[in-house]
């Protein structure tokens, strides 16, 4: 990048947090956003070295994806921090929030600094840690609030993990609402859903697998809303799956609570029939439900019910996977075809690109308190050029990611990154060798 400065023109400037979708430009300098707008830059030399011709293309914040497992401490077979950066950067995502389910896990403050400092040596994304909001992911103590926060845990939770003690949840979130930090919670009742695999219905008893209702997830959305009125504090559902717990949010958010929820990508595209002949990268948590519930999740998405999509990102190294089906591990990786699963919800008409944008940039900044996911003057030049309209095939030999157990193998998708830039550094050009 010559002298730090470089020019965007010939872009769709597409920035929900501003509202903006127009033909025009963008200058960075020195890593950060120096102007934008319409019609910016409209009259320059294309060939100077300074500029980037976007050829009419999507010119977007990065995204940052709200829900992502590593295995760095303790698992770095499955993913690091590097590896689910290369993919990440693949995806057209600048920001990755990583979960605490780790290797020790990281309920201290000394494993949330090991976890920043670890991604400034090796990732090229900006990498936030998420702390346990209770010790060892046990549900039973919860961690130092105050002291996580200090050393810069974005949020807390206990990643995929429900804390079935109501009581230690209730001081959880009272003490969470005196810190002011938002708490990310899991809904799934661990007694309905132990030993299970599936959705329950008429395909999980033709599979003859064992199944939880879909219940168990609305149970835990309803109780965690009522400690969230008694309480006062911020909360975020990771993820939901059915149409029964789009409802009760639905609900909670018109009584004014402080509540926000997310859902994964693969629950937008896939549903319970799509685990097929028992196959174990359609294993997820929480199990792909009916399509009715997939339909619904697609709705809440584009009404605004629900704020964020995510990746859920989850690899797992293939001996986990390569198991008969009730014992096969959880979990699909997702960093990759995260963008194109959100922008089939554009193709399809279900919502306008300025909306499905804001679900993967704008939205989850905000409820995170972040300055990233916007373009306007200041911020940090950290941009997705994206082809909306570019047909590819998931290869999972492809992925930038260690696991390979993505759901969509062979799935054809419209839309992805082209260049990904960090700090107005193209440090992904899809065009360039491997």
Known sequence: ??????????ARLVDAATGLDAKGGLLVENGKIADVGAGLFNDIDRNDPEVIDCHGLVLSPGLIDMRVFTGEPGSEHRETL???????????????????????????PSLVDFIRRRAEATARVHVLPMAALTRHLAGEVMTEI??????????????????????????????ASSFDV???????????????????????????????????????VERDIRLVELTGARYHFGQISCRASLEVIAKAKARGLPITCGVSAHHLVLNELDVGPYYTF??????????????????????????????????????????????????????????????????????????VLKAVTSAPAQILGLES???????????????????FVVEPDLLRSRSKNTPFKGRLFQGQAVKTFIGGECVFNRGAPR
């Open 373 to 391: 996911g916007v373009m306007k003057q200041g911020a940090a030049a950290d941009l997705a050029l994206i082809d909306p309209d570019a047909p």
């Open 182 to 220: 938002l708490v990310v919670g899991h809904a799934e009742d661990p007694d309905l859903i132990e030993g299970t695999a599936v959705n329950e219905g008429e395909y999980a008893m033709r599979l003859g697998l064992p199944a939880a209702p879909a219940l168990a997830e609305t149970m835990i």
């Open 146 to 175: 105050g002291l996580l926060k200090e050393a810069g845990a974005v949020a807390f939770t206990d990643g995929d993990r429900t804390i079935s003690n109501t009581r230690v949840l209730r001081r959880a979130l009272a003490y």
């Open 1 to 10: 990048m010559s002298g730090g400065r470089t020019v965007f023109c010939n």
């Open 282 to 355: 359609m294993k997820v948590k929480p199990p792909l439900r009916t399509e009715a519930d997939r339909a619904a999740m697609v709705e809440g998405v584009a009404s605004g019910v629900i704020d964020v999509i995510v990746s859920s990102h989850d690899p797992q190294a293939a001996d986990t996977k390569r198991q008969p089906f009730a014992q096969a591990a959880f979990g699909a990786a997702g960093l990759e075809t995260l963008l194109p699963v959100a922008l089939g919800l554009y193709h399809n008409g279900a919502a306008d690109l300025l909306h």
């Open 82 to 108: 590097e590896s689910a950066s290369r993919a990440a950067l693949a995806g057209g995502v600048t920001t990755i929030i990583v979960m605490p389910n780790t290797d020790p896990v990281i309920d201290e």
